[in-house]
């Protein structure tokens, strides 16, 4: 099981980023996927999560209207689409399979990606 999640970057409030995630060592198309981040100092949380297919989404209540999560099962592929980016959604987002609001309950974790807001 691998996760490659890319995308991310430096942005100044209000803007937007897109990350992605591909997934690989597992069949994609009957999992849940989530996104998690974790900023400096702090554990890592759950930011959202799908339904293996698409249909269903749901969203922490710090990024809900904000933040979009989205899936190619034909790519094997999570996105989650930031926009009206904060400088408190600073952190390394991870996704992984499954969803759950303790994350040591996962395994496999990528590398991540760094999401970076300025002012």
């Known amino acids: 099981v691998q996760f490659v999640e890319s995308g991310g970057g430096l942005v100044q409030p209000g803007g937007s980023l897109r990350l992605s995630c591909a997934a690989s060592?597992?069949?994609?198309?009957?999992?849940?996927m989530s996104w998690f981040r974790q900023a400096p100092g702090k554990e890592r949380e759950l930011v959202a999560y799908?339904?293996?297919?698409?249909?269903?989404?749901n969203y922490a209540d710090s990024v809900k209207g904000r933040f979009t999560i989205s899936r190619d099962n034909a790519k094997n592929t999570v996105y989650l689409q930031m926009n009206s980016l904060k400088p408190e959604d600073t952190a390394v987002y991870y996704c992984?399979?499954?969803?759950?609001?303790?994350?040591?309950?996962?395994?496999?974790w990528g590398q991540g990606t760094q999401v970076t807001v300025y002012s």
């Open positions: 799908i339904s293996y297919g698409g249909g269903n989404s």
């Open positions: 060592g597992f069949t994609f198309s009957s999992q849940v």
């Open positions: 992984n399979r499954g969803w759950t609001l303790n994350y040591r309950l996962l395994d496999n």
